[in-house]
């Protein structure tokens, strides 16, 4: 694994050397932050939830292109790479390759776009819980594709292979590696329907050994009119060391999540915004480990989103959470949020 990890260094900078000689800033280079307040059982705090830069750059008609995307985390104290990759796309559509660091292609609700349009979309705590099973970010290699089945609907698919010792690019002795699958049917304009397989060698450090871990799901996302609504539900086994148990006891889960909004447009020729956009949002999540006694954990989650051309963005919601058996949150407290992100180009 180790010979793989210099090898997909050794690609990483490759890409981004040649970018330098084509297009080194094919977007610009772009930066943007997000700080937040949360109010919960009478404590307030504020932390700078996101801080990130982007490069990006492409040669050879785009067909070779690199992005890397390093993250100040934790209030600025600590840097951590998101994504680091190279993209090959020679046989584009129909084969695309990705080496290096990038996020593994499991629920729909990770692919965010730079910078998040909608700041609710970790609006589903439960499932961001499960992704904790898995590594979210991780190295490896990746192939896509897109096939056409008509003017406007097409079929796409994404298989990756990552380090199964955990989100690091260090040796793996064992040789085990994660595998995750993804396929996406889009039959309609601003529908997409999609299944995932996510298959986990997660490394437990203080035992020095391998859990084994099986995620899985189907989704359904529709934009258009105005409408953003999405669904999914979610299924899987976090293994003998998962983070779903309870009394020391762990087991299989399912759960579902339903999430929609509406926005509103309307000119603002101020300050030269553009458009200010409002977006009501309400979301709803439902899991249940699979013991005996354990009651599921609900989320019920309403909020509003408002973007004030594409360079500030606000959202506001309250999160009523109830987790009786404390399955998924260490108590039932429930959450007020207020997120601003600020983008700089």
Same mark, same amino acid.
């Given at each position: 694994?180790?010979?793989?990890?210099?090898?997909?260094?050794?690609?990483?900078?490759?890409?981004?050397?040649?970018?330098?000689?084509?297009?080194?800033?094919?977007?610009?280079?772009?930066?943007?932050?997000?700080?937040?307040?949360?109010?919960?059982?009478?404590?307030? @705090?504020?932390?700078?939830? !996101?801080?990130?830069?982007?490069?990006?750059?492409?040669?050879?008609?785009?067909?070779?292109?690199?992005?890397?995307?390093?993250?100040?985390?934790?209030?600025?104290?600590?840097?951590?790479?998101?994504?680091?990759?190279?993209?090959?796309?020679?046989?584009?559509?129909?084969?695309?390759?990705?080496?290096?660091?990038? $996020?593994?292609?499991?629920?729909?609700?990770?692919?965010? @776009?730079? &910078? &998040?349009?909608?700041?609710?979309?970790?609006?589903?705590?439960?499932?961001?819980?499960?992704?904790?099973?898995?590594?979210?970010?991780?190295?490896?290699?990746?192939?896509?594709?897109?096939?056409?089945?008509?003017?406007?609907?097409?079929?796409?698919?994404?298989?990756?292979?990552?380090?199964?010792?955990?989100?690091?690019?260090?040796?793996? &002795?064992?040789?085990?590696?994660?595998? $995750?699958? !993804?396929?996406?049917?889009?039959?309609?304009?601003?529908?997409?329907?999609?299944?995932?397989?996510?298959?986990?060698?997660?490394?437990?450090?203080?035992?020095?050994?391998?859990?084994?871990?099986?995620?899985?799901?189907?989704?359904?996302?529709?934009?258009?009119?105005?409408?953003?609504?999405?669904?999914?539900?979610?299924?899987?086994?976090?293994?003998?060391?998962?983070?779903?148990?309870?009394?020391?006891? @762990?087991?299989?889960?399912?759960?579902?999540?339903?999430?929609?909004?509406?926005?509103?447009?309307? &000119?603002?020729?101020?300050?030269?915004?553009?458009?200010?956009?409002?977006?009501?949002?309400?979301?709803?999540?439902?899991?249940?480990?699979?013991?005996?006694?354990?009651?599921?954990?609900?989320?019920?989650?309403?909020?509003?989103?408002?973007?004030?051309?594409?360079?500030?963005?606000?959202?506001?919601?309250?999160?009523?959470?109830?987790?009786?058996?404390?399955?998924?949150?260490?108590?039932?407290?429930?959450?007020?949020?207020?997120? @601003?992100?600020?983008?700089?180009?």
């Amino acid at each position: 694994m180790k010979r793989i990890g210099f090898v997909m260094v050794g690609v990483m900078l490759l890409g981004f050397f040649a970018s330098l000689q084509a297009k080194p800033f094919e977007n610009a280079a772009q930066s943007y932050i997000q700080q937040e307040i949360r109010y919960t059982q009478d404590k307030l @705090t504020f932390s700078v939830r !996101r801080m990130r830069l982007r490069f990006t750059g492409s040669l050879a008609d785009g067909k070779l292109a690199y992005r890397l995307e390093p993250a100040f985390e934790k209030d600025g104290r600590s840097l951590d790479v998101k994504f680091a990759y190279a993209d090959i796309k020679y046989m584009a559509p129909y084969f695309n390759i990705r080496v290096g660091k990038f $996020c593994t292609p499991s629920n729909v609700e990770v692919y965010w @776009t730079w &910078p &998040p349009k909608q700041l609710t979309v970790w609006i589903n705590p439960i499932t961001r819980k499960i992704w904790e099973v898995g590594d979210l970010f991780d190295y490896g290699v990746q192939g896509s594709g897109t096939f056409k089945l008509g003017a406007e609907s097409n079929l796409g698919y994404i298989v990756s292979v990552t380090n199964g010792k955990g989100s690091g690019i260090a040796a793996n &002795p064992d040789g085990k590696v994660d595998i $995750c699958g !993804r396929v996406n049917l889009t039959p309609i304009k601003g529908l997409q329907i999609g299944g995932w397989t996510q298959l986990v060698n997660a490394y437990v450090a203080a035992l020095d050994s391998i859990d084994k871990r099986t995620l899985s799901g189907i989704d359904v996302w529709y934009t258009g009119y105005g409408l953003d609504i999405r669904g999914g539900y979610d299924m899987g086994d976090a293994g003998d060391f998962g983070i779903i148990t309870v009394d020391g006891r @762990t087991g299989k889960y399912t759960g579902f999540h339903i999430m929609g909004g509406y926005s509103f447009e309307t &000119p603002v020729e101020a300050f030269e915004i553009g458009t200010l956009e409002v977006q009501p949002v309400i979301n709803y999540s439902s899991y249940a480990p699979d013991i005996d006694g354990v009651d599921p954990a609900t989320v019920i989650t309403p909020g509003v989103n408002l973007y004030l051309g594409e360079n500030l963005k606000f959202m506001l919601n309250y999160r009523m959470i109830t987790d009786e058996d404390g399955a998924y949150f260490a108590s039932d407290d429930n959450v007020f949020e207020m997120r @601003t992100q600020v983008l700089f180009k």
